[in-house]
């Protein structure tokens, strides 16, 4: 189990920006995908983004050219800076880390506590 520490939650106001970052405990070896999914009251968690140990990025549409995710490897951590917030955006956002079952590693599937990011109108 490899845990994941987030930080940089808050309350902002539309239109302005917040930056999240989630740290794994420990390098992690082999190839990874670490991400940001969300929950707000009463509906399903989604997929914000997720950034591969390469570099490719996946995004949920309605985040497209507002949010960006990056990782920094040697450190296992991700980042996501989240620009021109909307109330719609309020949600509890937690991090994610996926590493499958390789020769030499085993499988992960861990979560953050998850961060509150609430935006008022």
């Known amino acids: 189990q490899i845990p994941l520490v987030e930080s940089g939650g808050g309350l902002v106001h539309y239109g302005e920006s917040l930056r999240l970052s989630c740290a794994a405990s420990?390098?992690?070896?082999?190839?990874?995908?670490m991400g940001w999914y969300r929950q707000a009251p009463g509906k399903q968690r989604e997929m914000v983004a997720t950034?591969?140990?390469?570099?490719?990025?996946n995004y949920v549409e309605s985040v497209k050219g507002r949010f960006t995710i990056s990782r920094d490897n040697s450190k296992s951590t991700v980042f996501l800076q989240m620009d021109s917030l909307k109330p719609e955006d309020t949600a509890m956002y937690l991090c994610?880390?996926?590493?499958?079952?390789?020769?030499?590693?085993?499988?992960?599937?861990?979560w953050g506590q998850g961060s509150l990011v609430i935006v008022s109108s």
């Open positions: 950034i591969s140990t390469d570099g490719t990025t």
């Open positions: 994610h880390l996926e590493r499958p079952r390789g020769l030499l590693v085993g499988a992960l599937n861990e």
């Open positions: 420990g390098r992690i070896f082999g190839d990874t995908i």
